[in-house]
């Protein structure tokens, strides 16, 4: 499998659960230059492609080209199949947003629904990776436990639940009052 970066897993999991596999908007904590080189990339390596945008049905524009027309980013089979979605063989959408004729013809069944993209797994033997498996203890953890793990300071540890977990990975921490523990965080269970 190939290797993504957490940002380009970010983007291509929202893009396949979108229509057409849109991969717009990107996650708001990429602007700027940072999007235009993680897209960049992404482009490079055939993850993204770059086809019309229709404003009428209201997608939205990565950029605008120079004779007017906006232009948008749609995950490609090698995107998808990057994080483990298998592509449908007749997939009328990408066929239609390409404006390339397909090789098979497109059907007008429904289609089963695919199976959820992968959840999001840390490397294993990072901060954030340990962070994540005292979190989903069924005991939890409690700041000082994860400071002692990780070596962060409390401020640390507050500002990665809040922008690691909650932020970016969309993790819902909860907490609770632990009589002779003190405040116990959690993370649902994978």
Request: glycine share 10%; aromatic share 4%; hydrophobic share 40%.
């Amino acid at each position: 499998m190939t290797q993504l970066s957490d940002i380009q897993a970010l983007i291509l999991s929202a893009a396949a659960q979108r229509p057409e596999h849109i991969a717009l908007p990107l996650p708001a904590s990429l602007r700027g230059g940072a999007a235009a080189k993680v897209v960049g990339a992404m482009l490079a390596k055939g993850f993204l492609e770059e086809v019309d945008a229709d404003t009428r049905k209201g997608e939205p524009v990565w950029r605008e080209t120079g004779d007017g027309h906006g232009v948008t980013l749609v995950a490609t089979d090698a995107g998808l199949a990057a994080i483990g979605i298998e592509s449908e063989d007749a997939d009328a959408a990408s066929a239609g947003a390409t404006d390339a004729p397909s090789e098979e013809p497109s059907t007008d069944t429904p289609s089963q629904p695919e199976t959820a993209p992968k959840a999001y797994t840390p490397r294993e033997g990072t901060k954030q990776a340990t962070l994540i498996a005292m979190l989903r203890a069924p005991d939890g953890a409690t700041i000082e436990e994860i400071m002692a793990a990780t070596g962060w300071q409390s401020h640390t540890v507050r500002g990665a639940f809040a922008g690691a977990l909650k932020k970016k990975l969309g993790l819902e921490v909860s907490s609770e009052k632990v009589e002779g523990r003190g405040r116990v965080y959690r993370l649902p269970a994978a």
